[in-house]
T-cell receptor
């Protein structure tokens, strides 16, 4: 069964550094999303992406964040200058028109020191 | 704005007992409703979803949920819980084609 994959599974970085989290959505999906889950808290929406542009973003998704689909298979989330409070599990999701359901990847745990 | 409330933070049930996890949502029109399960250190797995039609939906692993518009609820049920069901369960609502809003989750503990 096709699934969303994410790399790396765990990323440790120093405050102020740039990180890129990578996702490979399910191949025939056209809608892509990033969510995050701070430890012990609920899953929060960050951004949705369709047709090579952001279609919706939350107030969390400020200028430090950006998303890109650099090729036909990858979908990335970049955090330009990480802060301690960016430490969280980041989930990528993709959706197709047929099932109209978002399928989530296993997540990348980001630790900012 | 859409929102989800899961009033139970933590529930403990005995193996073999029945289970009901509560979920209330807020959304102005007919919502798209989901239940996801997250095992420790794992991602979010879709258990079931409701878009329209029959208000009782069946999901994977023997779970079902019932949509009650009058109560704005979408409670998850299972007749007989197995130890492997111990996990965190998230109810979620999507109002359109974009973001999914999650509840705070209910941690399920299963005791022998």
């Amino acid at each position: 069964e096709p699934e969303v994959t994410q790399t790396p599974s765990h990323q440790v970085t120093q405050m102020g550094q740039e990180v890129i989290l990578r996702c490979v959505p399910i191949s025939n999906h056209l809608y892509f999303y990033w969510y995050r889950q701070i430890l012990g808290q609920k899953v929060e929406f960050l951004v949705s992406f369709y047709n090579n542009e952001i279609s919706e973003k939350s107030e969390i998704f400020d200028d430090q964040f950006s998303v890109e689909r650099p090729d036909g298979s990858n979908f990335t989330l970049k955090i330009r200058s990480t802060k301690l409070e960016d430490s969280a599990m980041y989930f990528c999701a993709s959706r197709d028109r047929v099932t109209d359901t978002q399928y989530f990847g296993p997540g990348t745990r980001l630790t900012v020191l | 704005a859409q929102s989800v409330t899961q009033p139970d933070i933590h529930i403990t049930v005995s193996e073999g007992a029945s289970l009901e996890l509560r979920c209330n949502y807020s959304y102005g029109a007919t919502p798209y409703l989901f239940w996801y399960v997250q095992s420790p250190g794992q991602g979010l797995q879709l258990l079931l979803k409701y878009f329209s039609g029959d208000t009782l939906v069946q999901g994977i692993k023997g779970f079902e949920a019932e949509f009650k518009r009058s109560q704005s609820s979408f409670n998850l049920r299972k007749p007989s819980v197995h130890w492997s069901d111990a996990a965190e369960y998230f109810c979620a609502v999507r109002g359109g084609y974009q973001k999914v809003t999650f509840g705070t989750g209910t941690k399920l503990q299963v005791i022998p």
